[in-house]
């Protein structure tokens, strides 16, 4: 049996899994809801629910552990920040933090950073952020081969910067460029000079 894999722009508000039985979750949204996808498909690193941009899906929990765990694969991230930040700022998150992880002190690995001259072309969606009458924000892009939770969020914060709204952009040699949201790219069968 041949593996499936997809590309989806998953929206904001949107829990990056399929179905859940938790009474709790009922009222959330679910991957599943986009499309009726093959069983066993599994999301290659999920993104939070507040989170929205680029999720590989796929059926094979092999490619899935080798993207999430070899460190190979860099993944970039537009953060629309809290404030106008600091060259010192971008230079402290290259250099890297310290997050809680599990409730112990963990120190990011060096990445990627610079602030982005212009605003990403995100789709429109229907989270709430202050415009620019309540101060100033930035835009900024961090590629990471690491992928903590809330990893992004937590750094910013780390240096004095809220992220406001935040879009996966890119995994590997896939990008969400042209994308809408909520929508799904079928993938070939087999998956090829994906790392970057």
Not at 21 to 49: C, I, S, T, W, Y
Not at 57 to 72: A, E, R
Not at 92 to 99: A, E, F, H, S
Request: proline share 4%; hydrophobic share 35%.
């Amino acid at each position: 049996m041949e593996h499936q894999h997809f590309l989806i722009y998953k929206p904001y508000k949107m829990v990056s899994q399929f179905v859940t039985n938790d009474r709790h979750q009922k009222r959330k949204r679910f991957l599943g809801e986009l499309a009726d996808f093959p069983e066993g498909v599994m999301a290659v690193g999920r993104l939070d629910e507040t989170s929205e941009g680029l999720l590989l899906i796929t059926t094979d929990g092999k490619l899935s552990h080798q993207v999430n765990n070899s460190g190979k694969f860099n993944k970039e991230y537009y953060a629309q920040v809290d404030g106008s930040i600091t060259e010192e700022a971008i230079l402290t998150l290259r250099q890297g933090v310290d997050i809680s992880v599990n409730g112990k002190t963990y120190r990011t690995k060096p990445c990627e950073v610079k602030q982005l001259v212009n605003i990403p072309k995100l789709p429109q969606t229907d989270q709430k952020i202050r415009d620019d009458r309540h101060g100033p924000t930035s835009w900024i892009s961090i590629v990471l081969n690491e992928g903590k939770f809330r990893q992004v969020r937590k750094m910013t914060s780390a240096v004095g910067y809220p992220t406001l709204r935040l879009a996966r952009a890119r995994i590997g040699n896939y990008s969400f460029e042209g994308m809408k949201c909520g929508e799904i790219i079928r993938l070939k069968a087999r998956l090829e000079n994906i790392s970057s």
